[in-house]
Nanobody, 125 residues
Framework: QLQLVESGGGLVQPGGSLRLSCTAS????????IGWFRQAPGKEREGVSC???????MYGNSVKGRFAISRDIARNTVYLQMNSLNPADTAQYYC???????????????????WGQGTQVTVSS
């Protein structure tokens, strides 16, 4: 069974940092692209970042320069390091597996077929 489990969310003050983890089971990260997404209350889910099976990355405009995606193949885990957090980053964060193993990254929701349950990130003083 293909599964993704996110962790690492929590409450952080503006300007602070958090690192989210996404651990896969039933498949390996060296053959699949993984994306991070978020959904704030009352808003549509949006793409945040992705990493290809070969390590290529891309970021959404709202997080570029502040967030960094990485992976540990041995742990079968993808990370999202989030720095300089602000209240607009408050959301439920999800990781997902891309359905098609393209050599390029994309953060379109329809491209992903297996989703985790999400982890809440709240940025507030």
């Amino acid at each position: 069974q293909l599964q993704l489990v996110e962790s690492g969310g929590g409450l952080v003050q503006p300007g602070g940092s958090l690192r989210l983890s996404c651990t896969a089971s039933g498949f390996t990260l060296d053959v699949h692209n993984i994306g991070w997404f978020r959904q704030a209350p009352g808003k549509e889910r949006e793409g945040v970042s992705c990493i290809t099976r070969t390590g290529g990355t891309m970021y959404g405009n709202s997080v570029k320069g502040r967030f960094a995606i990485s992976r540990d193949i041995a742990r079968n885990t993808v990370y999202l390091q989030m720095n300089s957090l602000n209240p607009a980053d408050t959301a439920q964060y999800y990781c997902a597996k891309k359905a098609e193993n393209t050599p390029w990254c994309s953060i379109g929701l329809g491209d992903y077929d297996v989703w985790g349950q999400g982890t809440q990130v709240t940025v507030s003083s």
